[in-house]
């Protein structure tokens, strides 16, 4: 049974540059949260996103925009990059049961290196 | 805004001692999770929490949710150099409630346990 997996895992890019990146959920979930984490910080909620629309949201600009696939796949796109949009970004994958204690399985990560 | 504030933020231990870590908040969560978290790579999942005063055990790990479900900690028992990574606790807030399904995280804490 595969777990999460995301691609690429490392990225180089260059200052106003557009990225995708890519989440396969674990196999039975259908829910994706994709979440920006700076090093030495914990993760922040970017977006959620389930029966391929964006369900929750935090707090980040509009260059951030994803997509969720019917096969429940999901990319994560940031438009003009910017040098703090450097972290590590990770795909959370779930199941949304309508029940309380939503638990949330993370991909290994996109390593993004702003330029 | 849900905010979880994590404490210590660092830990130096040698091999064999115990520790403990906090997680709290003023906000009411209906359910907690504990990631640990190596470099490079994505959170794994230890534990959740889902009942106030519930306490959990794996191994030499033991967790417990605060009576109101505002905090948690995590014990470990004779400290080994595996221990060694970044602790996070997650909070899930209430079912039904406009940010189902989106976690917030505290800021983690950096464990190094020395042989």
């Known amino acids: 049974d595969a777990g999460v997996t995301q691609s690429p895992t490392h990225l180089i890019k260059t200052r106003g540059q557009q990225v995708t990146l890519r989440c396969s959920p674990k196999?039975?979930?259908?829910?994706v949260s994709w979440y920006q984490q700076a090093l030495g910080q914990g993760p922040q909620f970017i977006f959620q996103y389930y029966e391929e629309e964006e369900r929750q949201r935090g707090n980040f600009p509009d260059r951030f925009s994803g997509h969720q696939f019917p096969n429940y796949s999901s990319e994560l796109n940031v438009n003009a990059l910017l040098l703090g949009d450097s972290a590590l970004y990770l795909c959370?994958?779930?199941?949304?049961?309508?029940?309380?204690?939503?638990?949330?399985?993370f991909g290994q990560g996109t390593r993004l290196t702003v330029v | 805004t849900q905010l979880l504030e994590q404490s210590p933020q660092f830990l130096s231990i040698q091999e064999g001692e115990n520790l403990t870590v906090y997680c709290n908040s003023s906000s009411v969560f209906s359910s907690l999770q504990w990631y640990r978290q190596e470099p490079g790579e994505g959170p794994v999942l230890l534990v959740t929490?889902?009942?106030?005063?519930e306490v959990k055990k794996l191994k030499r790990l033991t967790f417990q949710f605060g009576d109101a479900r505002k905090d948690s900690s995590l014990h470990i028992t004779a400290a080994q150099p595996g221990d060694t990574g970044l602790y996070l606790c997650a909070g899930s807030p209430n079912a039904g409630g406009t940010s189902y399904g989106k976690l917030t995280f505290g800021q983690g804490t950096i464990l190094t346990v020395h042989p």
């Open positions: 929490v889902v009942t106030g005063g």
């Open positions: 196999s039975g979930h259908d829910t």
């Open positions: 959370a994958s779930s199941l949304r049961t309508g029940q309380s204690g939503t638990e949330a399985f």
